[in-house]
């Protein structure tokens, strides 16, 4: 069955890097794009970016372009977000999640960042 | 861009109705998609492209989208239907996924 599982979520200060991992397994993982979307502490789910199947394109929400960089490795079925120059309202869960034509299929669990000073 | 507007709350009795709203300009012309997240748990898809039902969602999910306004029903509500819902769309022109604020379901 699909699973993707989140790690590398923690406390770090602002102004610090981090940068979390996603794990794909029970399917192609090379076919499909992949997003992350973060949800801060009792807020809504806010998309961050994606990244097409082959790599060859990412798109980026306006508050993280030029901070959080997503990459993937397919012969590891693994794909990333690189953090940098956090800030407090980067605290949230962050989800890595399938997609499937211009919606999402399939989400992680999640896993927790919090930046404090 | 867009931004998709829906009511911070609903309240229904079991075995009545609900209906979430997601709205902004002309959202018809666009394929909408539904999300349900329960407390502590990670978001599941419960319609996609306006109306489509993935495998495993009741028939009791149902969607609908035209004009300014698309809408999430779920008939004959059941209390493990109480959730944070969310409408979801592709802008295009900027290249982005936009989810909508978010509609907390209450079974009274």
């Known amino acids: 069955q699909v699973q993707l599982v989140e790690s590398g979520g923690g406390l770090v200060q602002p102004g610090k890097s981090l940068r979390l991992s996603c794990a794909a397994s029970?399917?192609?993982?090379?076919?499909?794009?992949m997003h992350w979307v973060r949800q801060a502490p009792g807020k809504g789910l806010e998309w961050v970016g994606v990244?097409?199947?082959?790599?060859?394109?990412?798109f980026y929400e306006d508050s993280v372009k030029g901070r959080f960089t997503i990459s993937r490795d397919n012969s590891k079925n693994t794909v990333n977000l690189q953090l940098n120059s956090l800030r407090v309202e980067d605290t949230a869960v962050y989800y890595c999640a399938r997609a499937r034509s211009n919606y999402i299929d399939f989400w992680g669990q999640g896993t927790l960042l919090t930046v404090s000073p | 861009s867009y931004v998709l507007t829906q009511p911070p709350s609903v309240s229904v009795a079991p075995g009545q109705t609900a209906r979430i709203t997601c709205g902004e300009n002309n959202i018809g012309s666009e394929s909408v998609h539904w999300y349900q997240q329960k407390p502590g748990q990670a978001p599941v898809l419960v319609v996609y492209d306006d109306s489509d039902r993935p495998s495993g969602i009741p028939e009791r999910f149902s969607g609908s989208n035209s004009g300014d306004t698309a809408t999430l029903t779920i008939s004959r509500v059941e209390a493990g239907d109480e959730a944070d819902y969310f409408c979801?769309?592709?802008?295009?022109?900027?290249?982005?996924?936009?989810f909508g604020t978010g509609t907390k379901v209450t079974v009274l």
């Open positions: 979801q769309v592709w802008d295009s022109s900027h290249d982005h996924y936009v």
């Open positions: 990244i097409w199947y082959d790599g060859s394109n990412k």
């Open positions: 029970g399917f192609t993982f090379s076919n499909y794009a």
